[in-house]
């Protein structure tokens, strides 16, 4: 599967921002949804965000109003603006992908730590 590369996370304190960004170097698909997932140490990896191509945005409730995402087409990718993060929002970030035959692509996750 094509990979997708993460960049932007990195160590924070609490009520900082954090901007992360979701790229596909070498694309062979064109992407039509784009979603951001996180994954804490020790649970379950969670929905944060998902993107159309048509610009339709939907959010988890935790983030909503914090959190905004939006699509790249030239990069079939896109980015994932973190406003005031909370210690609770540390963890691995992933960006998703789908194309137009739902294809599903997967990065490797950027970190990002939260701290008093």
């Known amino acids: 599967q094509v990979q997708l590369v993460e960049s932007g996370g990195g160590r924070v304190q609490a009520g900082e921002s954090l901007r992360l960004s979701c790229v596909a170097p070498r694309s062979v698909f064109t992407a039509v949804e784009i979603g951001w997932w996180r994954e804490a140490q020790g649970k379950q990896r969670e929905w944060v965000a998902t993107?159309?191509?048509?610009?339709?945005?939907r959010y988890a409730q935790d983030f909503e109003g914090r959190f905004a995402i939006t699509m790249d087409k030239g990069k079939n990718g896109g980015d994932l603006q973190m406003n005031d993060l909370q210690l609770d929002d540390t963890g691995v970030y992933f960006c998703?992908?789908?194309?137009?035959?739902?294809?599903?692509?997967w990065g490797r996750g950027t970190q990002v730590t939260v701290s008093l």
């Open positions: 993107v159309l191509i048509d610009g339709r945005r």
């Open positions: 998703t992908a789908k194309d137009i035959y739902d294809n599903s692509y």
